[in-house]
C-alpha cells in the first residue's frame, strides 16, 4: 500500500473515501492484478492456474481458482506454522499468524498475516475520527476512555511465528506505540495499561486512569459491547478499592506489573480525598440506571461493537446510560481483512450499515436465501461453483450474501463466513449490514437456528420481563439431548433493577411465557418440528446466577481466548463451560404450550 496515503485526516480522508468508492470498480481490479502479480510465484496460485494461463489475467482466475474453506487452506497455514517458506501462498514474508475470536464460529483459526496488513489497518482506523467529527465536534477538547486489552501471545508458532489476535498485533506494533499525539485520540489509559497482560490489572489501571480523569472524558468506549459491560462488572466489584486508591494517591498492591505502577505514579500524583468522595456517592446508589453519564458527565457517546452477536448488549448499555448517550458502531472487521467504516456513526445500533472500501481486499459475494441458507441444490460442505460469485459493485439492494475475500496475505477466494445484507450504497460501493455468522447455529433434529433468529426470539421474550424491572444482561444456548426428544436450552442471567439478590423476581408464569415467546420467533421448520413431528421437546429457560457470564468469560480467557475480542458463545459446546453454567443455575422454566405452526400452502 502506498505510504503517501497513511495519515488520512479531516477533509482528506473524506476525499479519500469518496474517491475510492466512485471508482470502486476500477479500485477492485487494480487490487486484484496487483495481488496476482505479487503472489504469481506462490504454490498454491501455481496449482489452479498452470500451464499456459495468465497467472494476472482476472478471467483466468475466477475461472479457475477455488472458492475455499479454512480447512482446505489449513494445510498450507500449518507447513508455513511448522516451517515452510511463505511462498506457498504469498508472495510477501509472512510475519504472524492472527486468531480469529474463537468464540463466534467455534475453534480459533489461524490467519496469515504480513507487515503490509498493518498498514492497511491503521488507513482504517485514521478513517474513523473524521468521519465522526462531522457529527459530533470539538472531541479535541477532552480524553476518550477507551477500555482496551491485549493479550498474552497465544504461542509461537514451531517456526518461531507469532500468533496473537489481530488486536493484540496492532497494540503491539508501532503504528500503535510509536504514534505521534493526536488530540483527537487523547486516551486516559496509559499505553502501559493498554499493554499489560494481565487483564484484571490491566481493567484496574484503566478505570482507575478513567475515574482520575472523569471530568474531561468525552466519549466512553471498548472494541465489543460485551467488554465494557465486563468493566461495569468490575466496577461495581471494585468501586471501594478504586476510590481508595483516588483517596490516599497510592495504587494498589495487587497491581504488580512494574510498568502499570511505574506509569500510574504519573495518574495518581496526589491524594484526592475529594473526587474520590464523588465517586463513592456515585457508587453506592443501590441501582446503577444512567451511572455512566453520572461518573462521566461530559461522555457525548459510547463506541462499540454492537452489531451481530453484539446487539442483545444494547439495552444493558442503553440501562447503564440511560438511553443519554448514541451507541456508536464505526467499522466492520476481522481477522481475514478489514472491510469498511459506518458513514453514519449516530444512526440507531439496528440501522448500522458498513460502506465498504475497495482497497482493503478483492472483495466477493456469496448470494444467500433470506435467512443466510446457500441458494444452491447442495450441501455447505460442497464445493461452491466458481461463476456463483457477485463482484462487489454488482451485488443487489436487499439480498443477502457471504463474502468471499482474496488478500495480499495468501487467502485466496475464502468464505469469511459471514451473512451480510445489502441496504444501500455509497456512491459504487455496497453498504451492508451485519447479520451474523452463518455457522452458529443450534439445532436438534432437521431444524437449524442460527443467530440471528436466536436473537430475535430472545429480543422479544425479554420483554416480558421489563414490568418487574427484570433485565436479561446476558444468555447462550445448549441442544440438550439427554432426553427424548431433545429440545433447546437458553442459559438466562438476569438482574433487577436495585435488588442485590441471586433470586429472580420475575414470576413463574412470565418465564414460562419468555419460553414460548422465544420459541415463536424461530423459523417454520423448528416450529414444525415442535407442533408437528414432535421431534424437539419444549424450549428451557435455566435462570443462573448474577456473575455466572463472568464466570464464563474468565474460563475461556483462561483457555486462550482474548478479553479484547470475546464474545459469548451463542452455542454451548464445551463440556467445561456447561458444567461451569449447570452449577449456577438458580431456577428452570419449561414452554407451557406448543409455537403455532400451520402446513404451508402451494
Known amino acids: 500500500m502506498d505510504g503517501k496515503k497513511l495519515e488520512y485526516k479531516g477533509e482528506e480522508a473524506l476525499k479519500e473515501i469518496d474517491r475510492l468508492t466512485m471508482k470502486a470498480a476500477e479500485v477492485q481490479e487494480s487490487l486484484l492484478k496487483q495481488i496476482l502479480t505479487r503472489n504469481r510465484e506462490t504454490e498454491y496460485l501455481n496449482k489452479y492456474m498452470r500451464g499456459d494461463k495468465n497467472i494476472t489475467d482476472i478471467g483466468e482466475f475466477k475461472r479457475c481458482v477455488p472458492v475455499t474453506t479454512y480447512e482446505k487452506i489449513f494445510p498450507y497455514i500449518q507447513k508455513i506454522a511448522n516451517g515452510a517458506d511463505s511462498s506457498l501462498i504469498t508472495g510477501h514474508p509472512i510475519t504472524e499468524m492472527l486468531s480469529s475470536s474463537g468464540t463466534s464460529g467455534g475453534e480459533p483459526k489461524m490467519m496469515p498475516s504480513i507487515a503490509e496488513d498493518l498498514e492497511r489497518r491503521t488507513f482504517v482506523y485514521n478513517l474513523i475520527m473524521p468521519i465522526i467529527n462531522q457529527y459530533v465536534p470539538d472531541l479535541d477538547e477532552g480524553k476518550a476512555m477507551y477500555l482496551y486489552f491485549v493479550k498474552a501471545e497465544m504461542c509461537t ?3 518461531g511465528l507469532p500468533a496473537r489476535t ?10 500503535f506505540k510509536c504514534r505521534t499525539h493526536d488530540p483527537w485520540n487523547d486516551y486516559t489509559s496509559p499505553d502501559q495499561t493498554i499493554l499489560c497482560n494481565d487483564s484484571n490489572q490491566s481493567m484496574h489501571c484503566q478505570l482507575l486512569a478513567g475515574l482520575v480523569h472523569r471530568r474531561q472524558v468525552l466519549r466512553l468506549g471498548a472494541v465489543f459491547a460485551s467488554a465494557l459491560l465486563r468493566a461495569i462488572s468490575f466496577l461495581e466489584r471494585n468501586w471501594r478499592q478504586l476510590c481508595e486508591d483516588i483517596r490516599t494517591g497510592q495504587l494498589s498492591s495487587f497491581i504488580t506489573d512494574p510498568s502499570c505502577r511505574s506509569c500510574m505514579s504519573t495518574v495518581l500524583s496526589s491524594p484526592d480525598p475529594c473526587l474520590a468522595d464523588e465517586i463513592t456517592k456515585i457508587c453506592s446508589q443501590k441501582c ?3 451511572i455512566l453519564c453520572q461518573l462521566w458527565p461530559k461522555a457525548k457517546y459510547i463506541e462499540a461493537v454492537v452489531t451481530g452477536s453484539m446487539a442483545q448488549y444494547v439495552p444493558a448499555l442503553k440501562h447503564y446510560s440511560d438511553g443519554k448517550l448514541p451507541l456508536v458502531c464505526t467499522m466492520y472487521a476481522s481477522s481475514e481483512c478489514y472491510f469498511g467504516v ?5 444512526c440507531d445500533p439496528a440501522d448500522v450499515a458498513f460502506t465498504l472500501l475497495p482497497n482493503m481486499g478483492y472483495f466477493e459475494f ?6 443466510g441458507t446457500l441458494l444452491m441444490d447442495f450441501d455447505e460442505g460442497e464445493q461452491v461453483p466458481n461463476d456463483k460469485l457477485v463482484d462487489l459493485v454488482h451485488v443487489k439492494l436487499g439480498c443477502f450474501y457471504e463474502p468471499v475475500v482474496t488478500t495480499f496475505a495468501g487467502l485466496y477466494r475464502y468464505r469469511v463466513g459471514d451473512v451480510l445484507q445489502v441496504v444501500g450504497f455509497h456512491n459504487n460501493a455496497p453498504q451492508v449490514r451485519f447479520i451474523c455468522r452463518r455457522n452458529v447455529v443450534i439445532s436438534i433434529d432437521t431444524e437449524k437456528t442460527n443467530e440471528e433468529d436466536l436473537h430475535r426470539g430472545v429480543s ?7 414490568p418487574y424491572e427484570g433485565l436479561l444482561v446476558e444468555y447462550t444456548s445448549y441442544p440438550d439431548t439427554c432426553s427424548v426428544p431433545g429440545h433447546y436450552v437458553l442459559y438466562w442471567e438476569i438482574i433487577h433493577c436495585g435488588m442485590k ?11 414460562e411465557e419468555c419460553c414460548i415467546a422465544v420459541e415463536e420467533q424461530l423459523d417454520w421448520v423448528y416450529r414444525r418440528c415442535r407442533s408437528y413431528d414432535k421431534s424437539v421437546g419444549p424450549l428451557e429457560i435455566r435462570v443462573v446466577e448474577p456473575g455466572t457470564f463472568d464466570a464464563l468469560m474468565d474460563l475461556f480467557i483462561s483457555q486462550g481466548a482474548s478479553i479484547n475480542q470475546y464474545k459469548t458463545p451463542r452455542c454451548i459446546k464445551s463440556k467445561k463451560a456447561l458444567k461451569l453454567l449447570k452449577s449456577k443455575v438458580t431456577a428452570s422454566f419449561f414452554s407451557p404450550r406448543d409455537p403455532k405452526w400451520a402446513p404451508k400452502t402451494s
Open 460 to 466: 422479544m421474550a425479554k420483554k416480558l420481563l421489563e
Open 288 to 290: 446503577w440506571k444512567g
Open 342 to 346: 459506518n458513514l453514519k456513526p449516530l
Open 501 to 511: 439478590t441471586e433470586e429472580t423476581e420475575t414470576p413463574q408464569s412470565v418465564l
Open 166 to 175: 489481530v488486536l493484540t498485533s496492532y497494540y503491539k506494533s508501532k503504528h
Open 157 to 159: 508458532t514451531p517456526c
Open 366 to 371: 456469496l448470494p444467500l436465501g433470506h435467512n
